[in-house]
């Protein structure tokens, strides 16, 4: 049987996308998000130098807060990454290579050699066009320009690191050295195997300045937690987050702190910490949901209004619902509570409508005879005569 060759017209009008992203990122992400991500994707495939948020917020009739919350999405899912100056300044966005995303995924079939299909298939060109920014801007701007493709993050974890190689680092490396000697200092004690491993995993392989590592190891101790897996998971979130400063994980550990207070406040039991599990649960409605913390609060609160009692789980389900319905403001809540009065109304109304229109009574339940009085009057005057 004959080859086909497949040949398409026009090409560059057309927006190449990762099969990894739609195979793998997509089904899970919020369809709003698919949109701001697959639009970025369009501008720099057309080669676009520059976007405003107030722009994509008006295309996509949403507030420039949710165009930010799904850049921050997408920053977590290492699809994009934003890039910030040493002040905390939002520079850019950057495009990762999707092909180097998965280190498992060559097991999966769909990612199989192709080397048989027509190099019309095979040979796609990748989207990496480099686009560069006009001027830098705060995460709370209304600008966000597109900056210059980068290469996805190192998947190698910190068991990868030898005492060799971490001995290497050390000696030519000062500002190492001097890190570990004051990790060492926060901890009390000498430095084992893992601790060294994961020191090294956060300054080489997750690109957190020297400084910033400190800070987070003293942030750490300071609350009563020296293990460093516990370490480590801040040190990703950090890392995912684009942290690269001080001064902007300070920023960070505040807001998380102050939304920590504000809803064990709002539950009532201000009076003492939060336990893991509830830290959990705010981490997950901070970090992956990606709720501020007035719209955690009115969960709280309706929480309260029904159990009287405070209860993550069930502020958990109210916010999970929201995050399924794309509720993310407090005027998205308003507007899905009239939706839903709206409705039960209308139910209402129906279920009304269709019900019998006699009252259920003794009396009106009584079978009557269809008896015609005229004719039994005729046949009584009958049978006297």
Known sequence: ??????????????????NYFIDTLMPQANGEFVKIYLYLLRCVSAGHISL???E???????????????????????????????????TGISFTDLSASSASRGADPRYADNSGMPNAIVNSPAVNTAVSASAPHTMTSAVAPLMET????????????????????????????MLLFAVEEYMGEPLGSSALQRIAYFYDTLKLPADLIEYLVGYCVQKGH???????????????AGITSVKQAKLETANHNMTIYSVMNAFGIGSRDPGQREREFITKWTDTYCFDADMIIE???????????????????????????????????????????????QKKASNAASAPGTN???????????????SLESALISNNS
């Open 1 to 18: 049987m004959n080859t086909i060759t497949l040949h398409m017209e026009n090409r560059a009008d057309n927006t190449a996308v990762s």
């Open 52 to 54: 405003s948020v107030s």
């Open 56 to 90: 994509m917020a008006d295309l996509f009739n949403q507030t420039e807060a949710d165009i930010l919350r799904g850049l921050r999405y997408w920053d977590k899912m290492n699809a994009l990454r934003l890039n910030f100056s040493p002040d905390g300044m939002l």
């Open 150 to 177: 980068a290469a996805a993050k190192e998947t190698a974890g910190p068991e990868s690191y030898s005492m060799t190689r971490i001995s290497e680092f050390k000696l030519g490396d000062e500002n190492f050295a």
């Open 226 to 240: 020296k293990s460093m897996r516990y370490i480590e998971k801040i040190a990703a979130s950090w890392a995912e």
């Open 299 to 345: 969960a709280c609160n309706r929480t309260l209004k029904a159990t009287h009692q405070p209860s993550f789980e069930y502020a958990d389900s109210i916010l999970t619902k929201w995050n399924k319905a794309n509720v993310k403001t407090p005027e998205d809540i308003r507007k899905s509570d009239a939706e839903y009065e709206l409705l039960r109304n």
């Open 360 to 374: 259920n009574n003794r009396f009106h339940n009584f079978h009557q005879r269809d008896t015609d009085i005229d």
